[in-house]
């Protein structure tokens, strides 16, 4: 059973940036496809970026290009998203998950929140 847990979140002033991390147990990351999501209250959870297995595609959402880099070391069971430029409207819980299945991803961690003050 895998377990993903982030970390990183907290509170940060518009403009400022804060990278979350992804940590996996239970199985190793580089087979598979993860990405980034988000929720912020009263919304859907949206998807915000995505990474290929071994790093060499990566793809986002239109409202963070240019501004994230999701990133992993598949040496370190890690996944990384570097937010830069931080916006109030970023504010979120913010999940990592990963495609164990290879439809579609699957699993889920617990989320970490992300605050954005104006």
């Known amino acids: 059973q895998v377990q993903l847990v982030e970390s990183g979140g907290g509170l940060v002033q518009a403009g400022g940036s804060l990278r979350l991390s992804c940590t996996a147990s239970?199985?190793?990351?580089?087979?598979?496809?993860m990405g980034w999501f988000r929720q912020a209250p009263g919304k859907e959870r949206e998807f915000v970026a995505g990474?290929?297995?071994?790093?060499?595609?990566?793809y986002y959402s239109d409202s963070v290009k240019g501004r994230f880099t999701i990133s992993r070391d598949n040496a370190k069971n890690t996944m990384y998203l570097q937010m830069n430029s931080l916006k109030p409207e970023d504010a979120a819980v913010y999940y990592c998950?990963?495609?164990?299945?290879?439809?579609?991803?699957?699993?889920w961690g617990q989320g970490t929140q992300v605050t954005v003050s104006s």
């Open positions: 998950a990963i495609d164990l299945g290879g439809t579609g991803y699957d699993f």
């Open positions: 239970g199985r190793t990351l580089s087979d598979y496809a």
């Open positions: 990474i290929s297995w071994n790093g060499g595609t990566t």
